[in-house]
């Protein structure tokens, strides 16, 4: 029977500013089961004062540990019992939950989109509500939350050692796509025993493009349900939501993170239907979005969008847990 666990930040149980198949997991779970992870958000100084509140355990984290690389706060890893190299993890996203009454937005020197035209650092601390599901920002609009996770990701191959966690790569991380939400999938592909998942880097929401560095960052927890399938083959992270294949693209170049998403996609086009390329190419020129994911995180990301009503014949995807291909 599957089981739900849940998972607290602390000193304990969060690494920061990358990600290592050396870590050994905080949490060991079954295929099938459910993790709530309750994430944190934020270095001292992005830290406000009243009337806002910080998060007791957010302040232990600052008093005990510092971070490896420039990077994120994640809460894990988690492994999944019996997920070895080349296995897929299916990560189903069952709930995004706001923790705290404030988000903050930076921009930083030498970073970002237009460094040139905004090189002074600043910082805004922005207020949440979170019953009407609203950010107000200082100029007085009110924005729409659509919270997510920034970095959803496992381990790094292991020969890799550890990386930063803010260029997204080939096991996700930071791959800041405002699509997922509570209702879809990432799928991930397995590169250390065990998988070691992790997630942090909230988001009470976020353009496409995350243009300025930084998205409405704020503390959230988010409940998982892992699904582990053997031997699946799959080389990069890809998305499904209720109406679209999402195939995703990351590279220091805009231009070759597009060619790898629209690759990513014609090759799961084939997988799922059987069409020539050829055939995909076309389908994808017809029906499938290129949009920017974001462009400040290092390796730039492209995802591509095709509706799932334009494979009306399509095999049912992901592969049944435990499926050998």
């Known amino acids: 029977m599957a089981t739900h666990h849940e998972l607290h930040s602390s000193p304990d149980t969060v690494h920061w500013g990358f990600f290592d198949a050396a870590l050994p997991p905080v949490l060991t779970v079954a295929s099938g089961d459910r993790v709530t992870l ?22 232990a984290i600052h008093d005990r540990i510092k971070p490896r690389m420039r990077g994120h706060i994640l809460t894990g890893p988690v492994a999944v019992q ?9 990560v189903r996203v069952i709930d995004v939950a706001l923790r705290q009454d404030w988000g903050y937005n930076v921009q930083r020197p030498l970073l970002g989109t237009l460094p040139e035209d905004f090189p002074q650092l600043r910082r805004m601390h922005i207020p949440i509500d979170r019953q009407r599901r609203i950010a107000t920002m200082p100029w007085g609009t009110e924005l729409p939350l659509a919270p997510f996770f920034g970095i959803m990701g496992v381990a790094p191959p292991a020969h890799y050692g550890a990386q930063s966690s803010i260029e997204p790569r080939e096991y996700g991380g930071n791959i800041d796509l405002k699509e997922m939400v509570p209702g879809t999938t990432l799928l991930l592909p397995v590169w250390a025993e065990g ?25 959230l927890s988010g409940t998982f349900e892992f699904v582990l399938h053997k031997h699946a083959g799959l080389r990069f992270p890809r998305a499904l939501t209720p109406t679209h294949y999402i195939a995703m693209g990351l590279d220091a170049d805009l231009d070759d993170a597009a060619r790898q998403a629209l690759r990513e996609m014609i090759r799961w086009i084939g997988e799922l239907t059987g069409l020539p390329a050829p055939d ?44 050998q291909t």
């Open 195 to 219: 998988a070691l998942f992790s997630a942090g880097d909230g988001h009470g929401m976020q353009g496409d493009g995350e243009v300025c560095l930084t998205a409405l960052e704020t503390s």
């Open 38 to 59: 309750h994430c944190v958000s934020g270095a001292p100084e992005d830290m406000p004062g009243p009337p806002f509140e910080v998060l007791p355990e957010l302040r």
């Open 82 to 90: 019996g997920a070895m190299p080349g296995d897929m993890l299916e």
């Open 280 to 323: 995909a190419y076309t389908l994808c020129s017809l029906a499938c979005d290129l949009r920017v994911t974001q462009l400040v995180d290092g390796n730039k990301g492209i995802h591509a969008m095709l509706p799932r009503a334009a494979l009306p014949g399509a095999r049912p995807y992901p592969p049944e847990p435990g499926l």
